[in-house]
């Protein structure tokens, strides 16, 4: 992740990585690079390429496990960890609806399995 204040100042540093890559045999994937411009102003234009190859900008993405939008927008985050631990629990239903654990046992797969993605980087 980068993060630059202007647009020519990350063009200038999006240009020297791939220099410095290419010398080394590396290339910058474009498909997997992505842009955005985290701002007040809506629909900013920003056009940042590769070897005259545009970089996709998108209005949000997932860095290390949340989610980051254009406008900061923190409910984002709350809204992916709760589908995730849907998901989880959904996954894990028939071992929790099966009526000869322990009901302590299922107790305890929920809140080692659910509740740990549900509150993973809550404190953040």
């Known amino acids: 992740m980068l993060m630059i204040?202007?647009?020519?100042?990350?063009?200038?540093?999006?240009d020297r990585i791939n220099t410095e890559g290419e010398r080394v045999v590396l290339k910058i994937n474009i498909d997997k690079t992505k842009v955005m411009v985290v701002s007040r102003t809506r629909n900013m234009q920003l056009n940042i390429s590769v070897n005259n190859k545009n970089i996709q900008k998108v209005l949000k993405f997932r860095y290390l496990g949340s989610w980051i939008t254009e406008d900061l927008d923190p409910d984002i985050k709350i809204r992916s960890r709760i589908e995730q631990?849907?998901?989880?629990?959904?996954?894990?239903?028939?071992?929790?609806?099966?009526?000869?654990?322990?009901l302590m046992?299922?107790?305890r797969f929920v809140k080692c399995y659910i509740y740990s993605i549900l509150l993973y980087g809550v404190e953040t």
């Open 5 to 14: 204040q202007f647009q020519e100042a990350l063009q200038r540093l999006i």
């Open 85 to 102: 631990a849907r998901t989880a629990f959904t996954n894990m239903r028939t071992l929790l609806s099966n009526s000869s654990l322990n």
């Open 105 to 107: 046992l299922r107790y």
